[in-house]
C-alpha cells in the first residue's frame, strides 16, 4: 500500500498567472476543479491507503470531509515556503509506516489511475526516489519515495533537475517517469490551451465539466486564439 500528499495554496490566490484570460473567481473554480480530479484518482486507487491534504485553503477542511482525506493546515507543520512545508510533512507521514509516499501536485488534470499505478510500479521496480517532470522537463511534478530514500525537496524553478542532482549526491537510485497525465500542470495560457485540446478525450472529469463546451471554455478558447495571433513568434518557440 502507498500513501499520497497534496499542497494545495490558497485558492483565492490560485493560478495568477492566468489572470490575463481568468477572473479571481475562474481561476479558483479551475484549481478546484483540477484538484477534485487529482483527489477522485487518489481516494479511488486500490494501492492508496491514505491521503493528505496540506493546505491552509478556508474550503480545505470541507474537501477533507467530502473524500475522506487528512487534513493539515501549513500552520500546523512550520517552516516557511512550499519545500519546508512538504519536508515537514512528509516527516510526519514517514512516522505512520505506509510506504511509499507519493507526492504530487493539485493541478493535473488529466491524472489518471493507470499513471498512479505506474509510478507505484517504478518505484517498487527501482526502490529509490520516482520523479515526473512536467512537460518542458524543468518543474517536478510528482514524487514517489520509501522512507529510507527519503530526497531533498527542491520544487520551484528548474527543480527537475535540482532533485536528480540531489539525489546523486545521496547516492539514491532515481528514475524519470513520462506520461502524459503527470505531465500537464496548468500554470501559463499555453499550458491551458494544451489542456483545451485534448479535454475533450479526458471523459467526464471535474475540469472537463468546467471547461467542455461550455460559455467559459468557448471564451478561454477565443482568448487563446487571440493570443496565438497577436504572438506567433513565442506560439511557435513554446511548441519547439
Request: glycine residues 8%; contains cysteine.
Amino acid at each position: 500500500m502507498a500513501q499520497a500528499l497534496v499542497a494545495l495554496k490558497d485558492l483565492a490566490q490560485a493560478k495568477t498567472r492566468l489572470a490575463g484570460l481568468l477572473r479571481p473567481s475562474e481561476r479558483r473554480a479551475l484549481a478546484l476543479a483540477m484538484l477534485e480530479d487529482v483527489l477522485t484518482v487518489l481516494q479511488g486507487h486500490p494501492q492508496i491507503n491514505c491521503i493528505t491534504l496540506v493546505s491552509d485553503d478556508p474550503a480545505a477542511h470541507l474537501l477533507a470531509g467530502q473524500y475522506a482525506l487528512q487534513h493539515w493546515r501549513e500552520s500546523e507543520l512550520g517552516g516557511a515556503g512550499l519545500n519546508a512545508v512538504i519536508g515537514s510533512a512528509s516527516a510526519r507521514l514517514g512516522q505512520a509506516g505506509i510506504e511509499p509516499l507519493v507526492i504530487l501536485h493539485a493541478d493535473l488534470p488529466l491524472l489518471t489511475e493507470a499513471d498512479i499505478s505506474a509510478v507505484l510500479l517504478a518505484q517498487r521496480e527501482s526502490a529509490g526516489l520516482v520523479l515526473a517532470c512536467d512537460r518542458h522537463g524543468s518543474g517536478t511534478n510528482l514524487l514517489a519515495f520509501s522512507a529510507d530514500c527519503t530526497p531533498t525537496f527542491c520544487f520551484g524553478p528548474g527543480s527537475c533537475a535540482a532533485h536528480l542532482a540531489a539525489a546523486s549526491s545521496m547516492g539514491m537510485a532515481t528514475q524519470v517517469i513520462r506520461r502524459t497525465g503527470l505531465a500537464l500542470d496548468v500554470d501559463e495560457p499555453q499550458d491551458l490551451a494544451e489542456l483545451l485540446a485534448v479535454l475533450p478525450l479526458a471523459g467526464r472529469t471535474h475540469t472537463a465539466s468546467l471547461l467542455n463546451g461550455t460559455v467559459l471554455g468557448k471564451r478561454i478558447g477565443l482568448a487563446l486564439a487571440s493570443l496565438a495571433t497577436q504572438n506567433p513568434i513565442c506560439e511557435q518557440q513554446g511548441a519547439s
